[in-house]
């Protein structure tokens, strides 16, 4: 463990978990990325080009802007499958068409990346920005000690609460056993 941990430099107040919501002002990104994510049923939907389970699962009250760890919506899944139905249906559900992913991805980018000149020339139509969003970095990725401190980063949101409680615990307890191994100490 380094002397003066990135962790320790972060002055709060930290970000609470609220599910798997966008946290960029374009409703997409999340920095919580360790595993804790929705039930992401319509982003299966979208990836499986199912219509109907996608329909469903927004009738029955799943969020059509849901985030995954990297930040994805289900449009970036339809735009990535090419399905044009799909994301004519969740636009009209209420899909944010620019919310940008954690590498600041749009779902304009996902169809472009796989060659879906339908899907990109619609999501264009509908108000989709070519520009890139800003990027995010997941809380337990390694930083630089003052990343929140520089201008760069400044666009960046604070760390979860939760993580910043679970790395000051590690950080006590790596503490406590160096201690126990350095002599006189």
């Known amino acids: 463990m380094e002397k003066s941990p ?3 430099n972060v002055k709060g107040p930290f970000l609470q978990w609220k599910g798997p919501v966008g946290i960029k002002e ?6 919580r990325g360790r595993g804790r994510v929705g039930p992401m049923v319509v982003h299966r939907a979208a990836a499986s080009r199912d219509k ?13 802007n849901e985030v995954e760890a990297a930040g994805n ?14 994301c004519e249906l969740l636009l009209q559900l209420g899909a944010k068409v620019n919310a940008s992913n954690n590498a600041g991805d749009r779902p304009y980018h996902w169809a472009s990346n796989m060659g879906h000149t339908a899907v990109m020339e ?23 000690k003052d990343f929140h401190q520089r201008a760069c980063w400044a666009h960046h949101p604070q760390p979860h609460q939760e ?7 590690q950080e006590e307890a790596y503490e406590t056993e160096q201690k ?3 002599p006189g100490m």
């Open 73 to 86: 919506t289900p449009l970036h899944f339809a735009c990535f499958e090419g399905w044009l139905e799909g």
């Open 163 to 169: 993580y910043m409680d679970y790395r000051k615990k």
């Open 6 to 8: 990135w962790v320790m």
């Open 26 to 31: 374009d409703g997409g990104g999340c920095t």
């Open 122 to 144: 619609f999501i264009k139509k509908n108000g989709g920005q070519t520009d890139h969003g800003k990027v995010l970095v997941q809380d337990h990725i390694p930083k630089v």
């Open 52 to 64: 109907a389970a996608l329909t469903k699962a927004v009738e029955e009250g799943h969020d059509v």
């Open 180 to 182: 126990k191994l350095v």
